[in-house]
């Protein structure tokens, strides 16, 4: 099994809340990006001390309500699967704080985690508020919703993003990278990948790889898994008859996204 794809695992941790997935820095080839995915039954709470990092409260799916004991963000959320394609709530929790989740329905939670020391205040992010963009042309096309980027101050290192690609499509491609400290030019950021699939029987493939080819793995990636982006390009193929749906968690040192495309297959943006 590759180091970089996990396939989910539901461990119940406390009475109706499931673990899905846990990949956290002491677990992973990751420093700066960890992540957990965890499912609520309708009434279940999940609290959780949050030492030295901050964390990025994506409402999946379903109906949640977010509390850090000072203020509260009530049955937020907006879908039922991420498939209907439009974007959701988030709430953003500074470091050294508590925060608890209550689910009003039956709730799907990906929790965003990134070393942070300077206490911000916490934030809802709504629905309405996420940047909207449709990015490609031919068969290079999907669409995102920019939860946090690096142009929204409300954290300190994290950078959340959802892409949509639908079916026959590629995505984070031409293959870019950011994984040099060599700004203006790139950054240096990891990146995990939550992995939806419509049908959920469906797969797509992710190649993940570096310019001397250290690391260089193809996977085949099924509904639910992530992978884990520690370094190097890592474009995504779209089989014909599926539609692709994945969540970026990004971080590094310094809170900015400059990627340098590979330039064997930079030409691909310049096609008229």
Known sequence: MSKLLRKPKAVEISPGVTLIHDVMT???????VGM?????????????????????????TGKITVSDQQVTFENIGTRECVFEKKPTDSVYVSNNQQFQIEANSQARVVLCYSPSQQQLPTKLIKAEDNQIEYRGK???????????????????????????????????????KHDQNNLPYESFLEETYYHEMNP???????????????????????????????????????????????????????RIWKFHNERAHEWILERK
């Open 36 to 60: 957990k995915v965890i499912d609520l039954n309708p009434g279940a709470t999940y609290t959780e001390d949050l030492d030295k990092v901050e964390c990025c409260i994506v409402a999946l």
């Open 26 to 32: 002491d677990s992973s080839l990751l420093e700066f």
């Open 138 to 176: 031919y068969s290079n096309k999907r669409l995102v919703h920019n939860i946090l980027p690096d142009s929204n101050p409300a954290a300190n290192s994290l950078l959340v993003v959802e892409v949509f690609t639908d079916s026959g499509n590629w995505s984070s491609y031409p293959p870019h």
């Open 200 to 254: 959920k029987q469906g797969f797509v493939f992710q190649r993940v790889y570096t310019d001397d080819r250290t690391l260089d793995e193809t996977m085949a990636v099924e509904n639910g898994d992530v992978v884990i982006v520690p370094k190097g390009y890592h474009p995504v193929a779209v089989p014909d008859g599926y539609d692709s749906y994945y969540l970026n968690i990004m971080a590094g040192p310094k």
